[in-house]
């Protein structure tokens, strides 16, 4: 099944944007968004398979809640910001930590090939309650390993959109992908690596669930 974004022409990630993410990794509250880049070129879709790269020896899962851009913005206000909004789906912001820790570097970690399945569909503003926040969990294998709450975003939807418009322009078909929560592998001990055949589930309240199996040659 095709992404229902095929090809953004840009992908922007919150790093470190959940309350219960900051505490679990002994990182304080970030004054402003920190922001990170993942190559449109990792897009997959529903069902296709997450491929870890041979050299990747530290793979892991986050769970994120995603914002498509429907209109040029710029310079947009927080109050004006989900104007903005095209809709919402699932992203799953696969990891390679061996190399993001490494490096120090987001970017390149996270933009592998197949490391940003998105879906199952975009989901218009008005068919969910998104000030409300939206329950987000994850499982690997059935086992639940993420469960919380867009509620925890430090910034959210809104903030997001007009930190990022204040520096430069979002086109139609951009994404922000707003960050993970808690119980990502790398926190865990020990640490819970992808494995080959892994099936991984990102479930959003009134998104519908990502399901994508993991492969490693």
Not at 25 to 37: D, E, Y
Not at 62 to 87: C, F, H, P, T, W
Not at 172 to 199: E, F, H, K, Q
Request: proline share 10%.
């Amino acid at each position: 099944m095709r992404s229902p974004v095929p090809a953004p022409r840009m992908i922007w990630a919150a790093g470190i944007n959940y309350r219960d993410h900051a505490a679990e990794t002994g990182a304080a509250l970030p004054p402003a968004p920190t922001l990170f880049a993942k190559s449109p070129g990792s897009v997959i879709g529903p069902d296709q398979p997450i491929v870890i790269p041979k050299h990747v020896t530290q793979p892991d899962y986050e769970g994120e809640l995603a914002v498509v851009i429907g209109m040029r913005a710029k310079d947009v206000s927080r109050e004006n910001a989900l104007q903005y909004v095209a809709g919402l789906t699932i992203a799953h912001d696969v990891s390679a930590r061996d190399h993001q820790f490494t490096t120090g570097q987001f970017t390149w970690s996270k933009s592998f090939d197949t490391f940003c399945p998105l879906g199952p569909e975009v989901v218009s503003l008005d068919e969910v309650d998104l000030a409300a926040g939206l329950p987000l969990e994850t499982r690997v294998n059935g086992q639940v390993m993420q469960s919380s709450n867009t509620s925890e975003l430090i910034f959210d939807v809104p903030a997001l959109i007009a930190w990022i418009t204040q520096g430069l322009t979002l086109e139609p078909g951009d994404m922000i992908l707003t960050g993970t929560p808690s119980g990502v592998g790398a926190a865990r001990t020990p640490p819970r690596w992808l494995l080959n055949g892994d099936i991984v589930e990102i479930s959003i309240g009134g998104l519908g669930t990502l399901r994508n199996p993991v492969v490693r040659p």
